[in-house]
């Protein structure tokens, strides 16, 4: 079925361990998203990418890194995990601007 | 910066029964789209409704409609009939096509979220 992939979908790191999500989408999209989302706080935007080869600072970049080296992926590494980014992790693609999103279907991530 | 506020944390409602859930949203801008997502326990997104700006008709879909108030920036969700497959959390969003520069990127700005219970 079409749409967005997102691996692994549960995950629990050690404090300063480093881990890499991957989010595909076979929609032929050019713009993606990686939202964080906790408890009274809905969702987050992490990063973002408006095509192949582009990435940008969302609110709450901080200890994430991203790359989309081709279109349908777009992946956000955790260099050295903190208990503070324990959280449910969305990827999300759009084709245009004035649509909602398609999600994937989360990445619960703990780190202790 | 927009900023989208829902201010029910929780609600509940009789099956069968309507309900509504609130939402206002702050911006400065003209252009721009709305949305109302579902969220059940699977944890999967769910888009319920999308409202254009530039339309004063309210989008419905099925038993689900809304009340855009663009003076008020008011963006309210209404469920008639109301079923056991609607408990969830229910998010508001914002959506402009431009940033200040004029280069779309489109984010997605969420409220915080409205917990639906459904009593059968």
Known sequence: NAGVTQTPKFRVLKTGQSMTLLCAQ????????????????GLRLIHYSVGEGTTAKGEV??????SRLKKQNF???LESAAPSQTSVYFCASSYGTRDGYTFGSGTRLTVV | AQTVTQSQPEMS???????????TYDTSESDYYLFWYKQPPSRQMILVIRQEAYKQQNATENRFSVNFQKAAKSFSLKISDSQLGDAAMYFCAYRSPLNAGGT?????????????????
Not at chain 1, 26 to 41: L, T
Not at chain 1, 61 to 66: I, K, L, S, T
Not at chain 2, 18 to 23: I, M, R
């Open chain 1, 26 to 41: 076979d929609m032929n999209h050019e713009y993606m998203y990686w939202y964080r989302q906790d408890p009274g706080m």
């Open chain 1, 61 to 66: 970049p901080d200890g994430y890194n991203v």
């Open chain 1, 75 to 77: 992946l956000l590494g």
């Open chain 2, 13 to 23: 409602v009789q099956e069968a029964e309507t309900v509504t859930l609130s939402c």
């Open chain 2, 104 to 120: 779309s990127y489109g984010k997605l700005t969420f409220g915080q979220g409205t917990i639906l219970t459904v009593h059968p």
